[in-house]
């Protein structure tokens, strides 16, 4: 059974900081590209952040350079999602993804998923 499971979303203020996590079980991924996506309410999930499968190449949306950062600890079979000076828009569901190639990440058709971790930015 390949599952991935996150936990770190939670209650935060704007201009606050979270770190979600994505913990694989079930086989390793240390070759495989990592991704976050997030969901708002009644919009498809959308692109946030991508990892290459040494950490060496991330890749952002527009909208969270700067403020985000994807890591990947492959001992642990985690990927990361560091988010700093948080904005209410930033309120959403996050998903962890994984798959073994770059465009099934970007396109949302990635092989894993995990459940969502809800995240919420006051003001």
């Known amino acids: 059974q390949v599952q991935l499971a996150e936990s770190g979303g939670g209650l935060a203020q704007a201009g606050g900081s979270l770190r979600l996590s994505c913990a694989a079980s079930?086989?390793?991924?240390?070759?495989?590209?990592w991704g976050w996506f997030r969901q708002f309410p009644g919009k498809d999930r959308e692109f946030v952040a991508a990892?290459?499968?040494?950490?060496?190449?991330?890749y952002y949306t527009d909208s969270v350079k700067g403020r985000f950062t994807i890591s990947r600890d492959n001992a642990k079979n985690t990927v990361f999602l560091q988010v700093d000076s948080l904005k209410p828009e930033d309120t959403a569901v996050y998903y962890c993804?994984?798959?073994?190639?770059?465009?099934?990440?970007?396109?949302?058709?990635?092989?894993?998923w995990g459940q969502g971790t809800q995240v919420t930015v006051s003001s």
């Open positions: 990892i290459d499968w040494s950490g060496a190449r991330k």
């Open positions: 079930g086989r390793s991924f240390n070759a495989y590209f």
């Open positions: 993804a994984a798959d073994q190639m770059f465009p099934q990440i970007t396109s949302g058709r990635a092989s894993y």
